[in-house]
Structure formats: C-alpha cells, structure tokens
C-alpha cells in the first residue's frame, strides 16, 4: 500500500506580531493617531482648539464687535463704545453735546438724592427726607414746577443756540464747553484733558446710576 503524501506542518502562528499588537492598541489609542495606508497608524499632532482672538480693529469696549469706524480714538473718554452705530450717521459733535450734558445733570442728580435726604433749607422744613418723596412733595407745593420751568429757560437761551452754533456752523467751540470754571481745573492744556476724561467717566456712570 502507498501511503498518503506528508501534509506540510504549518507555521506556528506569532501571538504578538507588530501590526497585531499596534492594532491591539487601538481601541486606546489617542485619537491623535491616524491611519496610514502604509504602515497601518501613524503618530499625528494633537489639533489645537482655536482660541478666540482680539484683533485691533475690535472695539475695546466690546471686543466681539468691530471697532465704530465714526470715532476718534483721540476724543476725550474714548472707549469705543457705539454697539448701535449712532456715530456712522449722526453728527459726531452732537452725540458728544448729548453725551456731557446728560452726564451733567446726572451728577447734579445724584448729588441732590445724596445731600436732600442729609440737609433741607430751613423754608423747606416741613419736607420729607427721601428723595422720590420730596420730588413728589415740591410738585404739590409747585416748586419743582418753577424749577422746571427756569431750567427750559436756561436751556433755550443758552443751550439750543451753543449746539446749533457748533452743528451748523464753522465754530471752534468744542462739545460741553461753555468757559464754565470757577476752581481752575483746566489751566494747562494738561490738566483741561485730564479733567475732561474724569468728568466723562463720573457722567457715565451718574447716567447709569441714576
């Protein structure tokens, strides 16, 4: 009898060959790794998250807005501030007009809310102590009444024609100025722009507080 022809043995098989134990790794590798149809994976550079940037022509005030192309950043106060663009279609000496005398009378607010409630003249004496009480007590007596009515007085003689002068006209006369002081706060150049940005600033915030 012939006997049957000798199967080859087959090769032991490696239990950790390299791909196997790179592919064996996969389910914890980083994802840092990629494929490569060469070599099965290869080492990537970890993506970098994108961080926000503030660029210069950002608003410093409001850094995701761009920065109001109608403002000069050598105004007094400048913080580029302007999220709802005023500057680009109105009169940029107005706005600054409006901002300093609302910022006036603010302040002058807020120093009447502080003092009324702490000192009241002695004609007044029946008055009440806090401010919103006492505002309603001097319409009813009708002194709030004549307050008003000197403070349009004020305003039209003096207020209406100064910004229709700088508006309309070639007038040197710069927004908030009316040669308004007493203490000599502005006798340099230096100080007048020092005191011009506080007065700004303390105007913002009685806007803000009152």
């Not at 149809?37 to 994108?50: F, Y």
Request: hydrophobic letters at 45%.
């Amino acid at each position: 009898t012939r006997l049957p022809p000798r199967l080859p043995t087959p090769p032991t098989p490696n239990l950790n060959p390299p791909a196997m134990a790179f592919v064996s790794t996969t389910f914890f590798a980083p994802r840092s790794l990629v494929r490569s149809s060469i070599c099965g994976a290869r080492l990537a550079a970890a993506s970098a998250t994108p961080r926000p940037t503030i660029s210069m022509d950002n608003s410093p005030a409001v850094p995701f807005l761009p920065k109001p192309k109608g403002l000069d950043e050598s105004m007094p106060g400048y913080a580029g501030f302007d999220p709802f663009g005023f500057s680009s279609f109105m009169n940029i000496k107005f706005l600054q007009e409006a901002e300093i005398k609302h910022g006036r009378v603010c302040m002058l607010a807020t120093l009447g809310v502080l003092v009324s409630e702490q000192y009241t003249f002695p004609f007044y004496s029946g008055a009440p102590k806090l401010a919103r009480a006492i505002h309603d007590w001097g319409v009813g007596q009708g002194c709030m009444v004549q307050l008003l009515f000197w403070v349009c007085m004020f305003e039209a003689i003096v207020g209406v024609p100064a910004v229709v002068q700088m508006v309309s006209l070639d007038s040197p006369r710069k927004p908030g100025e009316y040669a308004f002081d007493p203490l000599g706060l502005g006798k340099t150049p230096e100080a007048f722009a020092k005191n011009q940005g506080i007065e700004l600033i303390n105007g913002r915030l009685a806007m803000i507080g009152i």
